[in-house]
């Protein structure tokens, strides 16, 4: 591949929602444009986009992936994006990087959830987009249907560029408003006709829409306009591009990314008139960048692929700035110094060598050894450090346990890798329930996510449920003696303590006041009292769970000049807390989240209902406009483990929620019965 000026190059996301056909409207672009002599496709597994094994095996897009193309002498960066929402972080990643958006949807009166996910984003990250109408072809299309939901949605700014030519099975090509011809035939065999018979008067209707949309694009365009003048096509396509670029035009193409009807429309209308980097330049809080090959260096890691065998490999996206092979640069994050060693242009699971790489352009870096996702390579001249994608905190969670010993000793090594080339996994150890978590964006997410650890890293692990973190604590105040006394024929044990047990605030841990007065207890043996407090705090009382949020004052005490040891008072200080437990009103706290739930209006009756059923106490509804509702409430964390998949299919898929820890609360009298229960079974089982 040649070399291109920064406004020669253009970076898309394909997106939208999974089973739009994506990644076939992908594999058609590559062929169209000749960068490769055989079609791919999806079901066949041989797509240039989706070659991962899992990917190949699932039949779905599990991570972003960059598909360089060259046409009519520019440059597209084709980022073909996972549509299934559990995947959401790859559409952050790219959205990052891109100018714009072509969100692909089916020719269907009802837009999917992942349609208007992408839309969503493309709004956070003010990203010009347009749409392409695909499936027209299939027998139930209902081009007219998804064209007036999507002017009900979104308003004019929605604009037809493109109509069909026929209907369904009869489906041969478009008719583009800006010229007035019609495409048809695919790939590379397009033929031009004349508009037909029975389509200009809807097609001059629909170009004197389009016009009306580029002259608002441009004040000199909208002179003429209001004057009565028609725009000429240079004119009408100048103004799409300024109403694109600032959001107000979203233009829709029509086609088949299984026929590849309509694909070299698009790939014409992404040179002239989707934004290349030179016209977007990027703001951030307190940094803005111009796309100029001769300005300061800034390369964002935007995303990371960990390999056993190849390593790292780190993309970069150049918002400015230009860099060469073996050149040293700065990681302004970790201010380590990284040298450009394996520098080049990833072709989906192929690369082609790079000696320089200019502002505009994505590529990637092999085995940089500190870098990862959200760093930013600059000079130390320069120091530009732009902020990192904020992604979405996991949502869901469950519990893993390595097969083997072997297993355990790679376990560490291998969620490390997955962590960072996607920042929406998670990793850690939960003391409390002494389980390994990971947690993600949904049960497929962590599906994949564990045949990764599996074919990547050679670790094996079993799914279990992730336990609830209950704590125990006490309502109540009491007193009890803790003595400890063995005699063995030497020398003997002896300890004895007198302690006061009351409950503090949620939150303030152990509170452990010595009020030992006249040398009841030597001040050397006071510490021994504690440990042994606190080793008994680890070990529960009821349920086995840790115990929280107590005061312990130790007031008296007795002690042998031969028998007493710190291991005696440390085994009376244990004794002691128990002993006070048992008639201080013992409990057991279950964690509470508070949420925030983001659904459809029509949604909200049954989403209510729903956490009202898992003991959730509803806080306020409010509304978020555009047919949405905000719902919060605090709800148990126990009735919350598969809530982000009884959300999805409540609302399919349009519901949205985030959950925080918020405080401990009693856990009702029944549940604590059964809890307490389980855990004498477990202890008899044990012992037996």
């Known amino acids: 591949m040649k070399s291109y000026r920064t406004d020669q190059i253009r970076n898309v996301a394909i997106v939208g929602h999974g089973g739009a056909g994506k990644t076939m409207l992908v594999e058609h672009m590559i062929y169209t444009a000749g960068a490769t002599e055989r079609l791919g496709s ?29 046409w009519h002498d520019h440059k597209i960066n084709l980022i073909d994006v996972p549509g299934f929402p559990d995947f959401i972080g790859e559409l952050h ?22 349609f208007e996910l992408a839309w969503e984003v493309a709004e956070k990250y003010g990203l010009a987009r347009c749409i392409f109408v695909n499936k027209l072809e299939k027998d139930n299309a209902d081009y007219e249907g998804l064209m007036e939901t999507l002017r009900e949605r979104y308003g004019r700014k929605v604009v037809n560029v493109q109509i069909p030519i026929g209907h369904q099975a009869a489906f041969s090509g478009v008719l583009d408003l800006l010229n007035m011809k019609v495409y048809k035939g695919k790939d590379r065999g397009v033929e031009i006709e004349d508009v037909p018979k029975g389509y200009q008067e809807a097609a001059e209707a629909l170009r004197e829409q389009m016009m009306d949309s580029a ?25 799409l591009l300024v109403g694109v670029e600032t959001g107000r035009v979203v233009p829709v193409l029509m086609g088949s990314a299984l026929s590849g009807i309509g694909v070299a429309t698009l790939l014409d209308r992404v040179i002239h008139e989707l934004p290349g980097p030179h016209e977007m330049p ?54 380590k110094d990284e040298r450009l060693h394996n520098l080049f242009y990833p072709h989906g699971k192929g690369q082609e ?48 346990h390595p097969n083997t010993k072997a297993d355990e000793d790679k376990l560490g090594e291998a969620v490390t890798r997955i962590q960072e080339e996607d920042p929406t996994f998670r990793y850690r150890r939960d003391a409390v ?56 024929g030497g020398k003997g044990q002896f ?38 407090i606190r080793e008994e705090m680890e070990r529960g009382y009821q349920a086995g769970y840790p115990i929280v949020d107590i005061k312990v004052t130790v007031y008296d005490g007795s002690y042998h000049d031969v028998d007493s040891s710190e291991q005696a008072f440390k085994i009376a200080g244990a004794i002691a807390l128990r002993a006070a437990m048992e008639k201080a009103n013992p409990t057991i706290l279950e964690p509470v989240l508070d949420l925030e739930v983001e659904v459809p209006d029509d949604n909200v009756g049954d989403v209510v209902g729903d956490l009202s059923g898992r003991r959730g106490r509803p806080l306020g509804v409010e509304s978020l ?37 918020s405080t401990y609360e009693d856990l009702p009298f029944n549940e604590q019965a059964h809890l307490i229960e389980d855990y004498k079974k477990r202890r008899a089982e044990n012992e037996g």
């Not at 452990?512 to 207890?521: L, P, S």
Request: glycine share 8%; net charge negative.
């Open 495 to 532: 300890g004895d303590c007198h302690i006061e047990l009351e409950p503090l605030a949620r939150g303030e841990g152990l509170l452990f006041e010595n009020k030992v007065v006249g040398g009841a207890i030597p001040k050397n043996f006071i510490p021994a009292i504690e440990k042994g």
């Open 625 to 661: 406009g555009a047919g949405k509702s905000l719902v919060r409430a605090q709800v148990p964390m126990a009735t919350m483990m598969r809530y982000a998949l009884d959300l999805r299919s409540i609302t399919k898929g349009r519901g949205r929620f985030r959950a925080k820890f």
């Open 93 to 114: 990643a790219a959205a990052s990087v891109a100018e714009a958006m072509i969100i692909v949807c089916e020719a269907k009166r009802d837009l999917d959830v992942g």
């Open 215 to 239: 002259a608002e694009g441009d004040d000199e365009l909208a002179m003429k306009y209001l004057e009565g003048e028609a725009l000429t096509e240079e004119e009408i396509e100048h103004g």
């Open 433 to 488: 329930v002494k389980q390994e978590i990971i947690e993600g964006m949904g049960d497929i997410h962590l599906e994949t996510a564990i045949e990764k650890m599996r074919a990547k890293f050679g670790v094996n692990v079993t799914i279990e449920d992730a336990k609830v973190p209950y704590v125990e604590t006490v309502n109540g105040k009491a007193k009890a003696q803790g003595r400890h006394k063995r005699q063995t």
């Open 353 to 400: 060598p790079a000696t320089k790489v200019v502002a505009g352009d994505l590529c990637a870096v092999a085995k940089l050894q500190h870098t990862h996702t959200g760093d930013t390579l600059s000079t130390a001249k320069d120091r530009i450090k732009i902020p990192p994608v904020e992604f979405p905190e996991p949502i869901y969670r469950v519990a893993i």
């Open 42 to 70: 999806v079901d066949g597994g041989n797509s240039q986009s989706d070659f991962d094994p899992l990917e190949i095996r699932r039949k779905i897009s599990l991570s972003a992936t960059v598909l360089p193309i060259e």
């Open 282 to 335: 990027r703001k951030w809080e307190d940094l803005e960048l111009a796309c100029d090959a001769e300005g300061p260096l800034a390369a964002y890691v935007w995303k990371t692929s960990a390999d056993p065998y190849v390593g790292r490999i780190n993309y970069l996206r150049m918002f400015s700035g230009s860099i060469t092979v073996d050149q040293h640069v700065l990681n302004t994050h970790s201010e």
